[in-house]
């Protein structure tokens, strides 16, 4: 007799299922595709904090060497799992974005080592997040997460400004060439965004930068002494910088690693509500967010910033369709062997601050544009509203005025000036202890996946 209920389900064809092996044929170039979506959102960061510290152009390379290498362990991490670590999904890990408001200005003040020493504790952290995720979910809500999401976009969008302008303390700083070069960049990534399809849409931000970096190169503007000097062949060492523990930068870091496990929730069941046709099941969520903590502890400890499941890949799960691991395990693959040959670093080395910073305008603000979105899943009601003038004007006025920072005893201005930790301290107390909170569901499609989805390319 047949199931009554096997018509509401999605048929498992091999595209559904994510333990299923496509052709090799059809594996390899959807593998391909995954890291060119990612690519330019993996690098970005080293390239920024590598600023930040006054790396050489040699450290800079060694940074891009490192967080491929890591984001390619990482996401065999997720794909394969370890015990209970890893969701076993296709999910595609990279250096986070949503660590950086609070780690520039710690590494500014402290160096890179108290950084990675912070991340290590934080990744440490979200091992535990993840092996009670159900019993503490409830403290993020939908205004707390879109609250920390709009801010971190609104602080990263100086920096991208900066970068489109030649980069701080740059000889010709707000040039016309350099905002010039900027503009292309960002008008290439519109229109591939806008006009692309399949591919194109999804791989616009690489589209701006390749198209850029062409220009740059014809402009005469690049510079490839790096790549010659990098060498061909080289593994990554660990602790090359070494780990400091500083009580300002564990305490910073660990708040965003909060919000932050909670954007993989919401990649997580995007992936499984668009591609399986299902809820994530809990030990994929609870496995999910483990294998951000341990790739986060396992990047500090080979010198690159924290790691995290990347929304932009989740887009195309949905455009093609398919949703087996082992494509994405491929894709895994692929960045483990890019960071053992740091002259493919010498060339993002190579590119100009102009073009980067071209994206960048896109790439921050689209992360504003996820907190704006998470935020609208939720009743805006004066309860919501006040959580969120509260926050936001400590996120956004405290780094405005500094002199408040310098007014505070010891490292403690050093959390205030970011303005992120600020606000995601009064957003967390303030949504716990005001009267009228709404109940928490069941993890649901609707809202879980809205992290992703606001960063996800629709057709």
Known sequence: MSNPEQGLRPSRTINQDPDAMPPLSKAIPLGIQHIMAMFAGNVTPPIIIAGVIG?????????????????????????????????????VQGTSFGFLPVALPLAGTFGLPAVLGASLVAGCLQVGLGAFLKKIRHWFSPVVTGIVVLLIGIT????????????????????????????????????????????????????????????????GMVDFASVGDAAWFSVPKPLQYGLEFQLTAIIGMTLIMFVVGLETIGNISAITIGGAGRQAKDRELSGGVMADGVATSFAAIFNTLPNT???????????????????????????????????????????????????????????????????????????????????????????????????????????????????????????????????????????????????????
Do not use: W
């Open 156 to 219: 990263l969008m100086p920096v991208g400004l900066n970068y489109a302008a030649g980069g701080i303390g740059s000889d010709n700083f707000a040039s016309p060439t350099n905002l010039g070069l900027a503009f292309f960049v960002l008008v290439v990534t519109i229109g591939a965004h806008q006009f692309g399809r399949g591919f194109l849409k999804a791989a616009s931000i690489l589209i701006g930068l390749a198209s850029g970096y062409l220009l740059a190169i014809l402009l």
């Open 55 to 91: 790396a050489t152009t040699g450290e800079q390379i060694f940074l891009i060497q490192v967080a491929l290498f890591v984001a390619g362990i990482a996401t065999l991490v997720q794909t394969i799992g370890i015990g209970p670590v890893g969701a076993r999904l296709p999910i």
């Open 309 to 459: 499941a990347y929304a932009q890949n989740v887009g195309l799960i949905t455009l093609t369709g398919v949703v087996s691991r082992h494509v994405v395990t491929i894709g895994g693959i692929l960045l483990i062997c890019m960071g053992l040959f740091p002259k493919l670093g010498g060339l993002v080395a190579a590119m100009p601050h102009a073009v980067l910073g071209g994206a960048g305008v896109v790439m921050f603000g689209m992360i504003a544009s996820a907190g704006l979105k998470i935020i609208q899943e939720c009743k805006l009601d004066q309860r919501a509203m006040l959580i969120i003038a509260v926050s936001l004007s400590l996120g956004i006025g405290l780094p405005a005025v500094e002199a408040i920072s310098e007014t505070m005893p010891g490292q403690a201005g050093l959390l205030l000036k970011s303005g992120l930790v600020p606000a995601a301290v009064a957003a967390l107390l303030l949504d716990a202890i005001l009267p009228g909170k709404p109940k928490r569901e069941p993890i649901e499609a609707d809202e879980t996946a809205t992290a992703a989805d606001a960063m996800t390319p629709k057709q």
